[in-house]
Every structure is written in C-alpha cells, then in structure tokens.
C-alpha cells in the first residue's frame, strides 16, 4: 500500500477506536528504504509518532543503522528479525549480518527479538549449543522453535515427506 493509505488508517484507527499501537508484520516494510523513509516522515508530519507506537518484523540483511534512527524517531519500539535460513550452514554464514541488525536496533533503543529454529537436518547438538551460546554471548532475545517444513516447500520435499507416507 502507499505510505498516505498506511497514514490515513493508522489515523482512522487512533481516532476510531483509540489505538495506541500496531505491528507491522511484513517481513519487506524496510526493504524499499525509500517507502520506509517516507513512512517515518509521515508518522512525524501527521504527528503520530507519540500517538501511535509500533513494532515491525524485517529481514536483517535490511536493518541498518540510519534506517533505525529513522524507525525509532517515528515511534518504533521493537523490531522482530526473522530467522530465514533453510539450512543451519547459512545461519551459521550469517553470524555477522545477525549481530550487526541487532546492534543497529539496540543503539537505537529499538528492542531487537529473534525466531530461533532447532531441528534443521543438517544440524547435531553440538550445532544447537554453539548456537545458543552465540545468542547468549550477543544478548540476542529470541523466541525459540522446531523447523518444520511444509508442503509444497522445497526444504518438504527435500526431506522426502509426503503425505501419503503419513497415511501408512
């Protein structure tokens, strides 16, 4: 939607119903910068940024520091990360990515959260661990979960499942 369409709801919405916050969940809101940063400058001219708080889910490999002093200078305060890594490998690949959008969100007194998936195939327990202790020793918050691929996802039918297999 455009950034006047999300503005006139967020203000049909405080006024209508007397919301004091929203979340955005759409993983893509920060990877049009240019739409994001119109967005929080609209928040400020509309004067909703102390009216109207909220909290968005993006990709890390789109956080960055100017777009979160943007974010917080229009009411951000959180922003959840997704974990989108298909195999433990590209998780472990994007260690760096990870901290550098959780430090971008935290230096601008965003409150960064994470999904965090156990149980991918290629992975053993030493992995999980290590994982952990990376999480612990980053101060990351996350919110833990099994991976479970679903139909008709590339990662279901790389693990040869099928329905009909479940049916015997």
């Known amino acids: 939607h455009s950034v006047e369409y999300v503005i006139n709801l967020l203000k049909n919405f405080r006024m209508k119903y007397?919301?004091?916050?929203?979340?955005?969940?759409?993983?893509?809101?920060?990877?049009?910068?240019?739409?994001?940063?119109?967005?929080?400058?609209?928040?400020?001219?509309?004067?909703?940024?102390?009216l109207v708080y909220w909290g968005m889910n993006a990709d890390v490999r789109t956080a960055?520091?100017?777009?979160?002093?943007?974010?917080?200078?229009?009411?951000?305060?959180?922003?959840?990360?997704?974990?989108?890594?298909?195999?433990?490998k590209e998780m472990d690949f994007n260690k760096p990515r990870i901290v550098a959008a959780v430090k971008a969100a935290t230096q601008e007194s965003i409150h960064p959260l994470m999904t965090f998936s156990v149980g991918y195939p290629d992975t053993t327990w030493k992995d999980v661990v290590e994982d952990l202790k990376f999480l612990i020793d980053n101060q990351i918050h996350v919110n833990p979960q099994f991976y479970q691929p679903y139909p008709p996802s590339p990662a279901f039918d790389?693990?040869?499942?099928?329905?009909?297999?479940?049916e015997k």
Not at 64 to 86: E, H, K, T, V
Request: net charge negative.
């Open 18 to 50: 007397g919301i004091n916050f929203v979340s955005f969940l759409d993983y893509a809101m920060m990877k049009n910068s240019e739409w994001f940063i119109d967005f929080c400058n609209q928040m400020k001219k509309n004067e909703l940024t102390t």
């Open 64 to 88: 960055d520091g100017p777009l979160m002093a943007q974010a917080r200078d229009s009411g951000c305060r959180y922003i959840f990360f997704r974990d989108n890594y298909s195999t433990h």
């Open 158 to 166: 790389q693990l040869n499942f099928s329905l009909q297999d479940k």
